[in-house]
């Protein structure tokens, strides 16, 4: 079983930015989607970003234009570069090996990294 160790959460005013990381334990060269996903307190989990093996990629309508995933097969790791946070961006994000169609996520949860955004 894979592991997952997402970071790179933090505390950020409005506006500003945060860059997430997700590192795996196994190859991700072979994994065709991979997506972050996100919680906020009281809801269902979410997709924001995904990617696939060529690297195009799927951004949920709240978040484009101000999100961008990215992945480093060589280094097994997976990025989402964050930038015009807001309030509502606020959750624990996780990130996971996805189906291709679905984007249902492959693997169990790693305990995910957490963003506040204040405003």
């Known amino acids: 079983q894979v592991q997952l160790v997402e970071s790179g959460g933090g505390l950020v005013q409005a506006g500003g930015s945060l860059r997430l990381s997700c590192a795996t334990s196994?190859?991700?060269?072979?994994?065709?989607?991979m997506g972050w996903y996100r919680q906020a307190p009281g809801k269902q989990r979410e997709l924001v970003a995904g990617?696939?093996?060529?690297?195009?990629?799927k951004y949920a309508d709240s978040v484009k234009g101000r999100y961008t995933i990215s992945r480093d097969n060589a280094k097994n790791t997976m990025y989402l570069q964050m930038s015009g946070l807001k309030p509502e961006d606020t959750a624990v994000y996780y990130c996971?090996?996805?189906?291709?169609?679905?984007?249902?996520?492959?693997?169990?949860w790693g305990q995910g990294t957490q963003v506040t955004v204040s405003s």
């Open positions: 196994g190859s991700i060269f072979s994994i065709n989607a």
């Open positions: 990617i696939m093996r060529a690297g195009s990629t």
């Open positions: 996971n090996a996805a189906h291709p169609f679905t984007w249902d996520p492959l693997w169990s």
